[in-house]
T-cell receptor, first 114, second 110 residues
């Protein structure tokens, strides 16, 4: 079984559309994350979420919103997609969220906005 | 703001050589550091972590931490073409969220 799974793997869409990326972890972890990786491989945090607290990177546009129906899922919803949103988006999880433990990554979603 | 700096490279080394990858960080209070390897088109995977000053060895990999100088290094001995990847260092940043450097691209040529 895949520990952290995200879908879809590829997402091609037009500017202005709304899209969602789903993420699920079966590790029983408390904390989940969304990272954006640009073409230069810079991995930048977007959101961190556990069952108590959502931490948002203040540089993330409010067109992006995380939605967590339960502890095992953290989906990413994007409104009014822009060309600059094209990137690879990684979901990740960690056991407690102290920052001093291994991150488990999903396989990534390559988003292309045309 | 807590940051980590990495030279993006690419770092090119011949097969069998030692590859040396470095990160510097801004927060003197940082206690733990992580090295992730990312192959092209794949997700990052943890290869080493280090908490204490000094060296930590695991097979061909050695992580070195110098808290006084605020740098962490990864040495790869007997480099192989299969080591060619992007290496990302990370540490707990603001709100203890894992914060990554920009990554160093390593190319090991036969």
């Amino acid at each position: 079984d895949t520990a952290v799974s995200q879908t879809p793997k590829y997402l091609v869409t037009q500017m202005g559309n709304d899209k969602s990326i789903k993420c699920e972890q079966n590790l029983g972890h408390d904390t989940m994350y969304w990272y954006k990786q640009d073409s230069k491989k810079f991995l930048k945090i977007m959101f961190s979420y556990n069952n108590k607290e959502l931490i948002i990177n203040e540089t993330v546009p409010n067109r992006f919103s995380p939605k967590s129906p339960d502890k095992a899922h953290l989906n990413l919803h994007i409104n009014s997609l822009e060309l600059g949103d094209s990137a690879v988006y990684f979901c990740a999880s960690s056991r407690t969220g102290t920052g001093e433990e291994k991150l488990f990554f999903g396989s990534g979603t390559q988003l292309s906005v045309l | 703001q807590k940051e980590v700096e990495q030279n993006s490279g690419p770092l090119s080394v011949p097969e069998g050589a030692i590859a040396s990858l470095n990160c510097t960080y801004s927060d003197r209070g940082s206690q733990s550091f992580f090295w992730y390897r990312q192959y092209s088109g794949k997700s990052p995977e943890l290869i080493m972590f280090i908490y204490s000053n000094g060296d930590k060895e695991d097979g061909r990999f050695t992580a070195q931490l110098n808290k006084a100088s605020q740098y962490v290094s990864l040495l790869i001995r007997d480099s192989q073409p299969s080591d060619s990847a992007t290496y990302l260092c990370a540490f707990p940043g603001g709100s203890y969220i894992p914060t990554f450097g920009r990554g160093t691209s390593l190319i090991v040529h036969p």
